[in-house]
Antibody, heavy 121, light 113 residues
Framework: EVQLEESGGGLVQPGGSLRLSCAASGFTFGGAAMHWVRQASGKGLEWVGRIRSKANTYATAYSASVKGRFTISRDDSKNTAYLQMNSLKTEDTAVYYC????????????WGQGTLVTVSS | DIVMTQSPDSLAVSLGERATINCKSSQSVLSSSNNKNYLAWYQHKPGQPPKLLIY???TRESGVPDRFSGSGSGTDFTLTISSLQVEDVAFYYCQHYYSTPYTFGQGTKLEIK
């Protein structure tokens, strides 16, 4: 069974930084792309970005709204993915989920409970 | 970027009746190399993580009741719930995974009439 546990959320001031972690189990972590998706309160789901596997050169991609400010990384030895968030804005306030891509495509069959990030002064 | 537009934004259906949610992409998400549509549907209830219902536009995820079905190709897709149950009250989202950035529709709120 796929299990994902996000952590590291909290309250941060605008312009600040935060690093989220995603501990994964129940699947071959090293072979999976890992994605981050967020949902602001009262808003819809927004894909944030992804990091591919070592076999795919750890390639990353990001949404336009976070590109240049957020960085996704992974430590396959710890089965953990990370989301480094810099230059945070109030509009980054959201619940952040990590999710592995599907076996054959970037749909998302497994989700954690998410971690809340609040950007406010 | 591919823009996903769902309709309607909200929908009220009587118990046991059919619910239909539409999703339109701004460009085709059908791959000519494998003839697959890179389109998924999710159910999202408040306080819970999203749940994958359908992928490849019409493949039901394991464990999803067969009252949920997906159809369509190219740019126009539909999620159908054949007989609405109380537990189906939720938000529903389509998502393309044809190319990055992968984007979701704005969501459809499904309620009981």
């Amino acid at each position: 069974e796929v299990q994902l546990e996000e952590s590291g959320g909290g309250l941060v001031q605008p312009g600040g930084s935060l690093r989220l972690s995603c501990a994964a189990s129940g699947f071959t972590f090293g072979g999976a792309a890992m994605h981050w998706v967020r949902q602001a309160s009262g808003k819809g789901l927004e894909w944030v970005g992804r990091i591919r596997s070592k076999a795919n050169t750890y390639a990353t991609a990001y949404s336009a709204s976070v590109k240049g400010r957020f960085t996704i990384s992974r430590d396959d030895s710890k089965n953990t993915a990370y989301l480094q968030m810099n230059s945070l804005k109030t509009e980054d306030t959201a619940v952040y989920y990590c999710t592995p891509g599907g076996v054959s495509g970037s749909y998302f069959p497994g989700w954690g409970q998410g971690t809340l990030v609040t950007v406010s002064s | 970027d591919i823009v996903m537009t769902q309709s309607p934004d909200s929908l009220a259906v009587s118990l046991g009746e059919r619910a239909t949610i539409n999703c339109k992409s701004s460009q085709s998400v059908l791959s000519s190399s494998n003839n697959k549509n890179y389109l998924a549907w999710y159910q999202h209830k408040p306080g819970q993580p999203p749940k994958l219902l359908i992928y490849w536009a019409s493949t039901r995820e394991s464990g999803v009741p067969d009252r949920f079905s997906g159809s369509g190709s190219g740019t126009d897709f539909t999620l159908t719930i054949s007989s609405l149950q109380v537990e189906d009250v939720a938000f529903y989202y389509c998502q393309h995974y044809y190319s990055t950035p992968y984007t979701f529709g704005q969501g459809t709120k499904l309620e009981i009439k």
